[in-house]
């Protein structure tokens, strides 16, 4: 992967690998430290670009009046899913439909909307044969990101999930694009009484930052679109 003089996007550092990303940062001479979010790569990247461009512009457009059509990224116009850990409870999830997914799911006369299906996964990372802890957030042909909010997990739960891309076809979803396991800190909390929730909280800093006292959290086993197909 070249950097070259050519101007990057957003939208195409977005459309990009980790690995690609980290390669690419490379190449400009970014030092990235291990595990660092996709999104702060992104913004070293899109920051070192723009000063090398604005440097050496003015006497590039002389002396090169031909320039180089930049090559498409091996992974340009996919359907994705992404996710960036914000906190314990709260995530963030963002995501694009390539056109021609859009095309044939829109078009259909039974398509109703896309959705979100978060699973809960097994320690190992792989999917449950049951889906019944699984659950789906109905979000709109025009929305490409949410804030997704984790406030309470069973005593069973390894805190590890998933998130599917769906397309909500009829009375069932067809899966666009899963993204990738990942792991949130155990946060399980007692609502047995309020004291005890308190008090659990008063014993982690992080989950009062996160703002959990704030939530208001109500029991509902009777989700939508619980048990529809993945």
Request: hydrophobic fraction near 35%; charged fraction near 25%; charge should be negative.
């Amino acid at each position: 992967m070249e950097n070259g003089n050519t101007p990057v996007s957003r939208q195409w550092l977005e459309s990009l690998s980790t690995d690609e990303l980290i390669k690419l940062a490379d190449n400009y001479g970014i030092d990235i430290p291990p595990g660092l979010d996709r999104i702060f790569i992104i913004e070293e990247v899109l920051e070192v670009s723009s000063m090398e461009m604005q440097e050496t512009s003015g006497n590039e457009i002389a002396e090169n009046p031909v320039s180089e059509t930049a090559s498409l990224p091996k992974q340009y116009n996919i359907s994705f899913i992404d996710v960036i850990i914000r906190d314990p409870l709260w995530v963030f999830a963002f995501w694009e439909v390539k056109g021609q997914d859009r095309e044939i799911h829109e078009s259909a006369d039974d398509f109703k909307c896309y959705c979100l299906r978060v699973i809960p996964l097994n320690e190992d990372g792989t999917e449950p044969k049951s889906i019944e802890n699984s659950f789906t957030i109905q979000v709109s042909a025009q929305d490409s990101a949410r804030y997704l909010g984790f406030a309470e997990e069973g005593d069973a739960d390894c805190g590890c999930y998933a998130i599917k891309l769906c397309a909500v076809r009829g009375d069932n979803e067809v899966s666009i694009a899963a993204s990738a396991p990942f792991f949130l800190p155990r946060h399980v909390i007692n609502y047995h009484s309020e004291n005890e929730a308190v008090a659990e909280m008063n014993r982690s800093p992080l989950l009062r930052l996160s703002g959990i006292q704030n939530l208001s959290i109500t029991k509902n086993t009777d989700r939508w679109s619980r048990n529809k197909k993945v």
